[in-house]
């Protein structure tokens, strides 16, 4: 059982996570009818007794086997465009989050205050405590307010980064000398866990994100003591 839950994704925190698993779903079925039919049809070949030793073409099977795959691309293309578009929207963010990937740590700014800036370095497995993840818990998380449109804007200091929050649909490179930007929107409070998904080096598995998903009002008082 754990080993099928490891082929699904991960319970969605966003919307846009809902949306790519909403596509999965749907892609996946269209191959599954597509498997099925020419499995079917290879069968039968096999099996069939029918020989035509004079047959030159038939133009309407090859009619119907451009016509339907074009028809067939285009239930995969039209909601595919409609997630890229909205996975690229910027829709007013209220807080502006700055990562900057470095070997092998992440740096964190809040570019909408004063002094709000830290480092964010994996928790050493001798020094976790019972309820911690291992390889995935850092000392100082991310701290975010839910239901509030958030913008993240990524770079690297050294060599290619990616910032990924799978639960939250974010994948981003993080490259030297460029600045890329996305959005998330996160429906419920938690911790949300990623890892750079880019080989960076030889402790590339040893730079994991957390986002503490919290109320705005518990995030207001965080901003107030850190400053």
């Not at 090859?62 to 795959?69: D, G, H, V």
């Not at 997630?83 to 900057?100: C, G, H, Q, W």
């Not at 309820?131 to 239901?147: A, C, G, K, S, T």
């Not at 730079?207 to 003591?225: A, L």
Request: hydrophobic content about 45%; some cysteine.
């Amino acid at each position: 059982m754990a080993t099928w839950s490891n082929l699904n994704f991960q319970n969605s925190n966003s919307p846009l996570m809902e949306q790519i698993i909403f596509f999965h779903d749907h892609t996946l079925v269209i191959l599954i009818l597509i498997t099925i039919l020419v499995g079917y049809l290879m069968i039968s070949l096999f099996f069939n007794k029918y020989i035509n030793r004079f047959l030159l073409d038939n133009q309407m099977i090859e009619l119907i086997w451009t016509i339907m795959p074009a028809i067939t691309l285009i239930f995969i293309a039209l909601p595919s465009l409609r997630l890229l578009y909205l996975l690229d929207e910027m829709n007013n963010p209220m807080i502006t989050l700055k990562s900057i990937g470095h070997q092998w740590y992440w740096t964190y700014e809040y570019s909408d205050f004063k002094n709000i800036y830290f480092d964010s370095y994996m928790i050493p497995s001798n020094d976790l405590n019972m309820n911690n993840f291992r390889l995935l818990e850092v000392d100082n998380r991310i701290v975010l307010p839910m239901n509030n449109q958030i913008r993240i804007m990524v770079t690297a200091t050294d060599v290619i980064h990616s910032w990924t929050v799978p639960s939250l649909g974010v994948k981003i490179d993080a490259n030297p000398g460029r600045l890329n930007q996305t959005n998330f929107y996160m429906n419920r409070p938690g911790l949300f866990f990623g890892q750079c998904s880019e080989i960076c080096g030889a402790n590339h598995s040893f730079m994991p994100i957390v986002i503490e998903s919290i109320s705005i009002k518990n995030f207001i008082e965080w901003i107030n003591n850190y400053s």
